[in-house]
Every structure is written in structure tokens, then in C-alpha cells.
């Protein structure tokens, strides 16, 4: 990487404010999964062994600037000191007095978590006033949180213009592993994209269209393409907005030879709650009055086939509901199919990585990202603004 990293400069005594991604899911308060927690712990275990000050801040949720109880981070700031042994102050505020008193009194190799950053309204709109008061805590600069470096915000790129700025071991991982399938990425190429943020995700499949060999679609973004192919689709989730743009990228794919396979069969239910009748119908009888809630057995049979033979994968969103039992044949199939490959595999997606954890597989796939919407960009061949702002080497 032509960026520094932790490992390029002196932190011995300094305070080192770090930027992670803490942002895990919860359930009723209590962490259901800290593996984000986890990804940050060679750089945080790194700084307090080489005896920084380690001043960490993170979002959890998206308080939208307000101070809210729900998500504050005392839960994190416990469970990140359960994992490295040592106990972790959280400060009432991100910033301010009281956050400046504790700092003043840390020892070298002392590891704090700041309060929610998203408390702040300054920090999404990378205010200038609340950046330098952010900056004004350390000495230098650690960006580690891999999942906001797609993010202008204060603490992913504001702060940088204010103190030396290198990435932690994580980011590094990141790119370095993502980078396999930007440069030169092994042939056939196959890219898998579900789920459900439709317009977010629309956008990267613009992008590989240009750059694999087929393109897979399943989940709630299937039905946006189904509409584009004139199927009646009954309740299914859409986003009416982009069918037009299905439609090009359909044409595109056409244009460039890209295999673009959607789905030719579905699983249907009144909704997610009413499962009283649950159907595998063709793709071009789907009732008016139900939901296509996960792709069907012939499709699950020509994704699988379709991805024989490939040396690259990148999936992203599952291929259905997979919460749900009755929903989650098509994602689990296709979480399998991928970790039987002798290929580079790649997943990114909060939800896609649950669903090859719950299904006990993600020891076969190559890398796993802490990042969906920021591996999406990285893949569309955006650079990545909080590692744009960190210091080349
Ligand atoms: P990721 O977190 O992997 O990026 P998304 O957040 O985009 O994925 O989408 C995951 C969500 O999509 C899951 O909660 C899943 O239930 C939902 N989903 C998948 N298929 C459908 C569908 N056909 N209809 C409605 N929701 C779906
Ligand atoms: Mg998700």
C-alpha cells in the first residue's frame, strides 16, 4: 500500500486518536456480534503495546446529531475490555471538558472510547469547529474504521487535515485484500449482489457490468430487474425509481457479453409475518396478492451452476429473507456453492457476512469485509476518501 501506516511512524507516548468502526448490531442493548470489535484489535492491542495513548472513536447507529441514550457506547467500551484485558474508559461526551480531563490523566499504552461521534451534528457534515475540536485531542491520526472510509466525515477525513494520518491494520487488510479483485482480478469473474438497499447497490452493478465475466442478482434487488423484464411481481419489495435503470444495465450487459442472470423462479408468501402459504412458483406466474421473499429451486439450481469454474467472487446481499427459515434456502445454497469454490472469494455486507456465519462457513471464504457499502464503492474503483486523506509513504 503507498499509504503509511501505524507501523511507518513513532507513537510512544503520543495520543493517537483512532477511528474505528464500532457500529455492531445490537439487541435490546446487548452486543448479538462483535466481530467488528475484534477486526479492530491488532491495531488497538498494537498503539497500547508500543505504549500510545489510544484514543478511540466510533458511531454506533445513526443518532443524527442527537445525544441518545440507546446508542451509547458503554456496552462497547465493556466488551472492548473484556477483549484486550484491560479496562476501557468511556467519556459522557465526544468531545469537551470533562473528555480533555480524562485524556490529561491517561498513562502511556491507556486505551479510551470517545462517546457516540454521530452525538455531534457536526460530524456527518464534517463541520470545521467540531473537526478541530476532534483533532485537538491528539497528536496523530489512526484510521482503522474500514466500514466509513467510503465517509467525509469529521472523524474519517475532517481530522486528518489537522494531525499526521496513517491506517490501522485493519483498513490495511482491507484494501490489500480487495485489491485482488480490481487489479488484474482472476478469470471467470462472477459477482453476486441481494439484499435490500436497492438504490445503494444499484450503482456498483453500473460498475461491474465493466469488469466481470457474469453478474448474479437475488433478493429484494431482483424484483427492480424482474420489473425492468415486465414480471408481474405482486407485493415485492421495489424501487419503482430504478427500473428504468435495470433496463439500461440489462442493455449493457447485452452490449459488453456479461452474463446478467436474474431470477427464473421465486418463493412467495402473503409477507415476512404471514407465512400460513408459502409457494415455489414460476418466475412469470408470481400471484398479485404475494411477496417474493427468496429465490426458488431452479434458480438456486442455475446460480450454483453458474458459478462452477469461477476464480473470483464477490457477493454482496443475500438472495432472500434469510432470517427467516422458510426464506433462507436460496442464500444458504448459494453461501455453500461459494465456500465449495477453489476460487478467491470475497464477501462484504453485514448482513450477507451473518448469513455465511450462521451457516458456520466463513472459515472458507478468502476474505470477509468489514465494510459493505465502503467494499462496493472500493469495487466500483472510487478511491476511498478516508484513505485518500492518509499520508503516502
Ligand atoms: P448487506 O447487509 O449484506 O449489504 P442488505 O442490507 O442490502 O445486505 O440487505 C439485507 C436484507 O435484505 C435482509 O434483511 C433480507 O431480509 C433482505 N431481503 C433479501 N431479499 C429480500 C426480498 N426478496 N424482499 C425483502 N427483503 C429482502
Ligand atoms: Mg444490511
Redesign the pocket.
Known sequence: MDKKTVKDIEVKGKKVLVRVDFNVPRDKGKITDDTRIKAALPTINYLHEQGAKVILVTHLGRPKGNVMDEFRLDEVANRLGELIGKKVIKTPETVGEETKNVIDNMEDGDVILLENVRFNPGETKNDSEFTKELASLAEIYVNDAFGTAHRAHSSTTGVAEYLPAVAGFLLEKELRELSRAIDNPPKPYVAII?????S??IGVIENLVNKVDALII??????TFLKAKNYKIGK??LEESKVQLATELIQKAKEKGVKLLTPID?VVANS?EDRSEILNVSIDSIPSDK????IGQDTIDLYTKSLEGAKLVFW?????????EE?SKG?KAIAQKVASLDAISII????????VKQAGLDGNITHISTG??AS?EFLEGKELPGVKILNDK
Open positions: 441481494g439484499g435490500a438497499k436497492i445503494d447497490k437475488g433478493g429484494g434487488m431482483a424484483n415485492s419489495l421465486a415476512i411477496m417474493v421473499l427468496d454482496n446481499g443475500p438472495m432472500g429473507v434469510f432470517e427467516v426464506f442464500t462484504g455486507g453485514g448482513d450477507s457476512v451473518a448469513a459493505g457499502g462496493l
